[in-house]
Antibody, heavy 119, light 107 residues
């Protein structure tokens, strides 16, 4: 199970931190990602972090503004977002990578949290 | 960058009918990393198919996937009321994860 927290309303240019708590599985054995969905739009992958946390990838749309991290001791995944823009308004999901395919697909999702960026 | 294009945008069918959805990649992709998800309104996506044709845990056998190279499809053999939702394909390659724009299956 993945339970998300954080999110809410933030001003343009502001920062926000999303969290995702994992339970019911060995968190350290899975690569994890963040995915978002703008209102009425499709899914957009944002960032990936490897099992150990040493490898990270980002979509061009958030590179340099968002930082993914994980705390293996707390079974927690985070997304630090800064320099937020109106285009970042979306529901944000954390997602677990399917082990069978090396985290290429996502077999468990958080409930989603809404981030609204407004001036 | 690989682009996934799904068709049709909307599929209007009745319960009990067969649904076939398509996902075309802008270039050949590794089918090992091709997945399909279902998303109901207000819910998180749910993995249906991975490896182009393997059903995820707990997915009914009325869902099936096929394809290779650039062309993939998802078939729902007999639509149940709970199957009316949005479906999207997804691929991984070169450290990037890509989603299609989705197909809505409506009554």
């Amino acid at each position: 199970q993945l339970v998300q927290s954080g999110g809410g309303l933030v001003q343009t240019g502001g920062s926000l931190r999303l969290s995702c708590g994992a339970s019911g599985f060995r968190f350290s054995s899975y690569g994890m990602s963040w995915v978002r969905q703008a209102p009425g739009k499709g899914l957009e992958w944002l960032s990936y972090i490897s099992r150990s946390g040493t490898v990270k990838f980002y979509a061009d749309s958030v590179k340099g503004r968002f930082t993914i991290s994980r705390d293996l001791a707390k079974n927690s995944l985070s997304l630090q977002m800064s320099s937020l823009k109106a285009d970042d308004t979306a529901v944000y999901y954390c997602a677990r990578g399917l082990q069978d395919v090396g985290a290429a697909n996502f077999d468990c999702w958080g409930q989603g949290t809404l981030v609204t960026v407004s001036s | 960058e690989i682009v996934l294009t799904q068709s049709p945008g909307t599929l209007s069918l009745s319960p009990g009918e067969r649904a076939t959805l398509f996902c075309r990649a802008s270039q050949g992709v590794n089918s090992t990393y091709l997945a399909w998800y279902q998303q109901r309104p207000g819910q998180a996506p749910r993995l249906l198919i991975y490896g182009a044709s393997k059903r995820a845990t707990g997915i009914p056998d009325r869902f099936s996937g096929s394809g290779s190279g650039t062309d993939f499809s998802l078939t729902i053999s007999r639509l149940e009321p709970e199957d009316f939702a949005v479906y999207c394909c997804q691929h991984y390659g070169s450290s990037q994860w890509t989603f299609g724009q989705g197909t809505k299956v409506e009554i």
